[in-house]
């Protein structure tokens, strides 16, 4: 990857980063919120089924996420393993997809 | 390899970030997959919860919720440095940082205790 | 300041071994003195450099104790641990011998990431007349010290771990080109200095800035990198 690329993923980085930042602070929220109220399978889907702003929010944290793993993920092998080059982006790639899709997954799951 | 030459905050700001994030990268997957498999029905999802309740379990949630909160403060921080230029906040920018992550960890703690 | 100081020095290339030497305590003894001490009275094969003696040239810059440091100007009192020194070569660079290092590949890296002037176009003869409270300019000043010690680069883990990482020092020259208002190669700097190799790599741990003898501030030179290249990778101008 050239310069160019490598700068693009650096603003990837930087702005799944902003969206987590947000979204982060929501869960965060959410999370204390539910388990001082008594965390329940019942609860936790009264809230999120049917209800397309949750499923958005899901969603779109769950792709940043993937996205930002990855390309963290990436940088750390880069510079601690001996892993770098084309056949590692792509595996680094196809592993931050598996997880989207597995973050899609259960955000569907809360839906339906 | 030198301990000393990075025996400063900003460097285990740094250390502390790398850190979180590969162990967050880690449980990522294992955290969607769990939960998609568990919210196949409310059964499943309620007795998922349940092991949740056991005291190691809460107890590594409890990490886990720090290790998100350090990573959402180190990160903020980060933005700071590369888009603000925040530069003579730095050291209080990690003091803040830490403090935020302890004090969501600990509402956690005594949330789910 | 009397008695000994017990100066572990490191001989040998890259493959080597720390010799412990025994120096005379002084007032007012820099690390540089201990140095040309063992070198005068000591081991007069002992390989070293220095060249100004009063932190202008940049040519003395060793580990003391596990940290870079310009060695002319650092006082032994200020380092020394239980009257103890560790000497060794700058971190990061081949070892020529003993604590002389081979600085070709740091200062290669200031040419690849465009550390040469090149003047603007139509500059004409005349004075460039600056303003000295344009921001541009202050950004400048905030670098143009530098002494190409080498202190930053020995300090810096993505230099560690990257060998093609252009380092601190180079893209903190970059930085004070790209402020300069004489100069003509903006566009082609910036493409030297994103990505992998460049302003991207660098995740902010600053030891570049804690050991920076001349307290420049590389981090927030190559932040500015960043915020440069990323720009012109957004308006299609990379």
Not at chain 1, 76 to 102: C, F, I, N, S
Not at chain 2, 13 to 37: E, I, K, M, Q
Not at chain 3, 63 to 91: F, I, K, Q, Y
């Amino acid at each position: 990857m050239g310069a160019r690329g490598e700068t693009w993923l650096w603003l990837l980085q930087r702005a799944t980063a902003v969206v987590l930042a947000f979204a982060v602070l929501v869960h965060l929220a959410t999370l204390i919120y539910a388990v001082r109220h008594g965390l329940s399978a019942a609860a936790i889907l009264a809230r999120t089924e049917g209800n397309v702003a949750w499923l958005g929010f899901y969603l779109l944290f769950a792709t940043a996420a993937a996205l930002h793993a990855g390309v963290g993920l990436r940088t750390v092998l880069r510079e601690m393993t001996p892993w770098r080059g084309a056949a590692a982006d792509l595996l680094v790639l196809l592993l931050a997809a598996l997880v989207a899709a597995a973050g899609w997954r259960a955000a569907f799951g809360l839906f339906a | 390899m030198s301990w000393r030459s990075r025996n400063h905050p900003n460097y285990w700001a740094f250390a502390l970030h790398r850190l979180s994030g590969l162990l967050l990268a880690l449980f990522l997957p294992l955290h969607f997959w769990a939960l998609g498999t568990a919210i196949e029905g409310e059964a499943r999802l309620a007795g998922f919860l349940r092991w949740s309740d056991e005291p190691l379990v809460k107890l590594a949630e409890v990490g886990l919720v720090v290790l998100l909160a350090a990573h959402l403060a180190g990160g903020l921080r980060l933005l700071a440095i590369e888009f603000l230029g925040w530069r003579r906040w730095q050291k209080t920018a990690v003091a803040l940082s830490a403090g935020a992550s302890f004090a969501v960890g600990l509402a956690f703690l005594l949330s789910v205790f | 300041m009397t008695g000994t100081l017990r100066v572990s020095v490191w001989r040998g290339a890259a493959a080597g071994r720390l010799v412990e030497y025994e120096v005379p305590a002084q007032e007012s003894q820099t690390v540089l003195d201990v140095v040309s001490h063992i070198q005068r009275h000591l081991d007069p094969t002992l390989s070293y450099r220095f060249a100004c003696r009063v932190g202008m040239c940049g040519s003395c810059a060793m580990s003391v104790n596990g940290v870079p440091r310009w060695t002319c100007r650092t006082h032994v009192r200020r380092v020394a641990r239980d009257g103890r020194l560790e000497l060794r070569p700058l971190a990061n660079l081949p070892v020529i011998k003993d604590l002389a290092v081979e600085m070709g590949e740091f200062f290669a890296k200031w040419t690849r990431a465009g550390g040469a002037f090149v003047p603007a176009p139509g500059l004409g003869p005349d004075f460039a007349r600056v303003a000295p409270d344009a921001p541009a300019r202050q950004a400048a000043s905030a670098g143009i010290e530098c002494i190409g010690c080498g202190v930053c680069y020995a300090a810096c883990d993505v230099v560690r771990w990257n060998e093609e990482f252009l380092g601190p020092a180079a893209l903190n020259r970059a930085w004070t080109l790209l402020n300069d208002v004489r100069d003509g190669a903006g566009a082609a700097r910036l493409g030297a200095v994103a990505g992998d190799a460049g302003c991207h790599a660098c995740h902010s741990q600053q030891s570049c800035a804690l050991h920076c003898p001349k307290h420049l501030d590389p981090t927030a030179a190559i932040a500015g990198l960043k915020r440069a290249t990323a720009m012109a990778a957004l308006r299609g101008a990379l």
